[in-house]
């Protein structure tokens, strides 16, 4: 699967460099035109993005009674991402260290894992916020197409399915807990079709839904303040928008309100829809795209997308794994 993975990226990578070739000229004149001062007022953002971020799980984790300052809450998120996109198993992985830095800090795991699964559904939430008005643009131009429909339908499906999973389990951790059994069940099943062992275990789905229970019975505050973080969601949504706009700034193309709401939306949209972590390979190959849809030219829309991708992707994968080690290296410290 991950060979697959692979090629599918490097065959996308082929694709957009094959088609930029052609107006290779053009890309270098684009080039020349670059503003330095903005693309590190790109990298300036992208580091207000990395505190919104923390300040948008304190503001949930405050929701379960669990105080902890936001530098903190950030060095974590960051390198909860770094793990998501190095060891991809659908946020698994950046949920399992919130749970154990939680511990190591004297916190409920179950709060953590919570707070995490929250973080994931709420920040969803915000996005579908920003997809509706990015819509409204696309259709306002006679741009939206069954891509975009489709890849929205797939996005409000799982919302739908995760606020459901999570209301189970602040209503019954039984009920979570059978239904979270049945699913290990199925996939057991067509595991057992390659090898005789179970791949999950239905003891630790109960006991992983009797975890969020238990986080959610310390819930401080009326359901009505989940709107808190969802708004620090739309924030962050918004510095990654001002990111797109220091890239056309970076370049002196020309641009509107509605293409920089339009191409965020669809960037995102297939970032999270992608079946690569991130969206590598996939975002880099649908923006340029979308932007060209929007009256961008094609060679100017391929550099932009380079340099949105490399503030919003590669400089958060860097420092999340500068944020995994310093941790890594704090557990270990405390375990000798």
Known sequence: MNKFLVVVILFLG???????????????????????????LAIFVQCM??????????????????HEDVLT???????????????????????????????????????????????????????????????????????LDAGE??????????????????????????KLGNLLAKFVRGINRVVHVFRKKNYLSEDRAHEYAHEIADGFSGLTERPISL??????????????????????????????????????????????????????GIVEGVMPVALSSLNVNWSQAVVITLIYRAVTFWVPLGVGAWAFRTLHKERAELVS
């Open 149 to 174: 429909i489709s890849a929205s339908a797939i996005l409000f499906a799982t919302a739908m399915v995760f606020a459901f999973f999570l209301y189970l389990g602040y209503r019954s951790a039984e």
């Open 73 to 143: 809450l950030s060095r974590i998120a960051t390198a909860a991402n770094f793990i998501n996109v190095v060891a991809p198993t659908a946020g698994a992985g950046g949920v399992a260290l919130f749970a154990a830095e939680a511990k190591r800090r004297g916190h409920p795991a179950g709060k953590a894992t919570v707070a995490a699964a929250l973080f994931i559904l709420l920040d969803l939430s915000s996005f579908l916020v920003v997809l509706s008005l990015g819509l409204i643009v696309l259709v306002r131009r006679n741009d």
């Open 227 to 280: 709107v808190r973080p969802v708004l620090w969601g739309i924030f962050n949504k918004s510095l990654w928008m001002l990111v797109l706009l220091c890239s056309f700034l970076a370049f002196e193309v020309p641009f509107s309100g509605g293409t920089i709401i339009a191409g965020f939306s669809i960037a995102y949209l297939f970032l999270i829809v992608s079946p690569t972590p991130s969206g590598i």
């Open 14 to 40: 082929v694709v957009v460099v094959a088609f930029s070739f052609g107006e290779l000229e053009t890309i270098v004149l684009t080039l020349q035109k670059a503003h330095l001062s903005f693309f590190l």
């Open 49 to 66: 993005w990395f505190v919104s971020s923390g300040r948008m799980y304190q503001s949930i984790f405050h929701l379960l009674g669990v």
